[in-house]
């Protein structure tokens, strides 16, 4: 649990440090470099296009993280007034301790502390659990991640193509690229700000993949009107059409959403809420 606990600490900094670090690279560096092509026009310059690009994604992507720390599970605890007995209650609510007890989807979160209904997973990067009040925000956060990491994976190779006057268009110039740069950074040949900028390159194709992956995972149970937690549990679901479940999750003015970092617009658990 220890180990846990400090994972939920160290995975938010890191996220925000890359976050930071991105931010910085795209700004003092990527983009400035692009003004310097002398065969476009000021006003629609690959610089200006790129960096309108780029904000959109870095807005979208930090708000819709910071929508889902604020938009975190209601504790369903707290109805039950659980005192030094929380855990054993908590227990008999997620149905570890009595199976087909607990109510459907519910679970004891220690790390959280409190007891959720519709719950998917816990997020270390945001530390805090994704249940049906913050799902569509998380989807966002994944989805828009993945494209900032592949604007600034795209930004980052232009820029490395310039510098090192090499070209990207054999797949295996980017595969060679890592171990032909340590070697050369070892000799005195690469520069350290050259370097770092290689090393982040492959770090936003690894970050990338990992969010495009898992936003692609968390659509597909979706579609099936799914957690993980009742996948991991083998729970049953009643079946609905695919359609009635993206509503549940995104509502229907899901283009808002898509469009802006906003709370669950007209989704469901809000009309059921104000009920």
Excluded at 165 to 193: C, D, E, K, R, V
Aim: a positive charge; one cysteine or more.
């Amino acid at each position: 649990m220890l180990v846990l606990r400090l994972l939920n600490v160290v995975a938010p900094a890191y996220f925000l440090c890359i976050s930071l670090v991105t931010f910085v690279l795209q700004i003092f560096l990527f983009i400035p470099s692009m003004f310097r092509d002398p065969f476009t026009t000021p006003l629609f310059s690959p610089a200006l296009l790129h960096g309108a690009l780029f904000l959109f994604l870095s807005a979208n992507a930090l708000g819709n993280y910071v929508l889902v720390i604020q938009s975190s599970p209601e504790d369903l605890g707290k109805g039950l007034n659980l005192g030094e007995g929380a855990e054993v209650v908590a227990d008999w609510l997620d149905g570890s301790r009595s199976p087909g007890s607990g109510l459907p989807s519910t679970h004891f979160c220690r790390l959280c502390a409190r007891v959720t209904q519709r719950h998917d997973h816990h997020c270390f990067f945001t530390g805090n659990c994704i249940g049906s009040r913050n799902m569509r925000n998380f989807i966002m956060f994944c989805l828009y991640t993945s494209l900032a990491c592949l604007d600034s994976l795209v930004a980052g190779m232009a820029y490395i193509s310039a510098a090192l006057s090499m070209s990207f268009a054999n797949p295996l110039a980017f595969l060679t690229l890592l171990p032909h740069s340590i070697s050369q950074f070892f000799s005195g040949a690469l520069l350290s700000s050259e370097m770092f900028v290689i090393l982040m390159l492959y770090l936003w194709l690894g970050i990338g993949l990992a969010c495009a992956g898992f936003c692609c995972h968390q659509m597909l149970l979706i579609l099936r009107g799914q957690t993980r937690y009742q996948v991991r549990k083998g729970m049953v679901v009643r079946a609905r059409p695919w359609r009635e479940n993206l509503q549940e999750v995104f509502g229907k003015r899901w283009l808002l959403g898509l469009l802006i970092p906003v709370l669950n617009v007209g989704s469901d658990y809000r009309r059921q809420k104000e009920k």
